[in-house]
């Protein structure tokens, strides 16, 4: 079975400081890993995903994630933190292994910007 | 209209009311689900239907009634909700066969009194 483990609940970062995001994942499959953000009130939305190839992914608004399979890991980086990044943010892998296609989502992590 | 959208945004009803969740997938996909997320929770998968049919009930109480005429539209209906499930519905879609990643709805931010 799939899981995802994003350690902490809370990151908290300087306008303009480097965004690291952490997330490790456990599959019994090569897994197909996404990155979601969600703003307050508001659906979650696909930022990248990795499924084959290239192991660093780029995504929507500056972010990037690199799969490391020796590390089971897909951390997400963005360079230069916005104001507008404040958000919370899930990493999740794919299980296509069963009848449907589902997601294995982690806890979440809630990222704060400051001025 | 884009993406995935639900209806409506909003809802507060009281304990013995009946009224239902909308959501409309414009993606072309074959796969829907329905979420709930509560406060400090992480995000429950609730119901998913493929190709129109129910393919997973993750032993949701009776009182959320899913429906599904078509690929692209998902209903849920509620009735005799208690305050605890109060929280945002989310829907999604996917396409069957794909890589997995699903869209979302912006949501239902539903309370129940």
């Known amino acids: 079975a799939q899981s995802v483990t994003q350690l902490g609940s809370h990151v908290s970062v300087s306008e303009g400081a480097l965004v690291l995001l952490r997330c490790n994942y456990s599959?019994?499959?090569?897994?197909?890993l996404f990155w979601y953000v969600q703003y307050p009130n508001q659906g979650l939305q696909l930022l990248l995903k990795?499924?084959?190839?290239?192991?660093l992914v780029k995504g929507i608004n500056g972010f990037e994630a690199e799969f490391k399979k020796s590390e089971t890991s897909f951390h997400l980086t963005k360079p230069s933190a916005h104001m507008s990044d404040a958000a919370e943010y899930f990493c999740?892998?794919?299980?296509?292994?069963?009848?449907?296609?589902?997601?294995?989502f982690g806890k979440g992590i809630t990222l704060s910007v400051r001025p | 209209e884009t993406g995935v959208t639900q209806t409506p945004r909003h809802l507060v009803m009281g304990m013995t009311n009946k009224k239902s969740l909308k959501c409309e997938q414009h993606?072309?996909?074959?796969?829907m689900y329905w979420y709930k997320q509560s406060a400090k929770k992480p995000l429950e998968l609730m119901f998913v239907?493929?190709?129109?049919?129910?393919?997973e009930n993750n032993s949701v109480p009776s009182r959320f009634s899913p429906e599904c005429p078509n690929s692209s539209h998902l209903f849920l209906h509620l009735h005799t909700l208690q305050p605890e499930d109060s929280a945002l519905y989310l829907c999604?879609?996917?396409?069957?066969?794909?890589?997995?990643?699903?869209?979302f709805g912006p949501g239902t931010r539903l309370t129940v009194t």
């Open positions: 999604a879609s996917s396409q069957v066969g794909g890589a997995g990643e699903q869209y």
């Open positions: 599959s019994s499959v090569p897994p197909y």
């Open positions: 990795y499924t084959t190839g290239a192991t």
């Open positions: 999740a892998v794919s299980d296509l292994s069963g009848a449907n296609s589902k997601l294995t």
């Open positions: 993606l072309g996909h074959n796969a």
């Open positions: 239907y493929n190709f129109k049919e129910q393919t």
